[in-house]
């Protein structure tokens, strides 16, 4: 059985082993990545670094989703550096497949959303979705988020082209 009980916090530097190995599982889970089974090749230290820049940078955000002390779901949020650039960023979440459907994804995106409206310059976040991953599109519709695009042959996979969905959420 399933532990459904979880907490949404920032992630840490000691979390930077975990992490790498979540997303390495998740790999193998899903095709809605941009990346597939062995192609994820970040290193601790590269990781503990990410984790760092997002715990200094008000413009970014680092979350991880976590059960008795394990990792099972991240979501990370970075905006653009430059004056004209810096209100808007795009984020990816992932959640380890044995815990889809506990509402977590739900929970990191409700934390992204309230923290864009407290850091003072976020005014906009945007994603890029798998056009085959209707779950995630619902989810973000539900989340306020809407449809502002498409990009065609943005994922190849088994020789078979798709397009991802370009979504945003304007942060008043």
Avoid: C, P
Avoid at 14 to 41: M, P, R, W, Y
Avoid at 125 to 144: D, F, P, S
């Amino acid at each position: 059985m399933v532990d459904k009980q979880f907490i949404i916090r920032e992630a840490k530097k000691e979390d930077a082993s975990q992490l790498i190995e979540l997303v390495k599982t998740i790999a193998n889970e899903s095709k809605f990545l941009t990346f597939g089974e062995g192609e994820f090749d970040t290193t601790v230290e590269e990781e503990e670094d990410i984790i760092e820049m997002s715990l200094q940078d008000h413009t970014s955000i680092f979350l991880v989703a976590e059960i008795r002390g394990k990792i099972v779901g991240n979501l990370y949020f970075s905006s653009g550096t430059r004056s004209k650039t810096i209100h808007f960023g795009k984020f990816g979440v992932s959640v380890k497949k044995a815990y889809w459907g506990l509402g977590i994804a739900k929970k990191m995106m409700y934390f992204l959303i309230d923290w864009a409206k407290t850091n003072k310059v976020t005014r906009k976040i945007n994603l890029e979705v798998h056009e085959e991953n209707i779950n995630a599109i619902h989810l973000y519709e539900k989340l306020g988020f809407v449809v502002e695009g498409k990009i065609s042959r943005y994922f190849y996979e088994n020789h078979t082209f798709h397009s991802a969905i370009i979504m945003g959420l304007e942060i008043d």
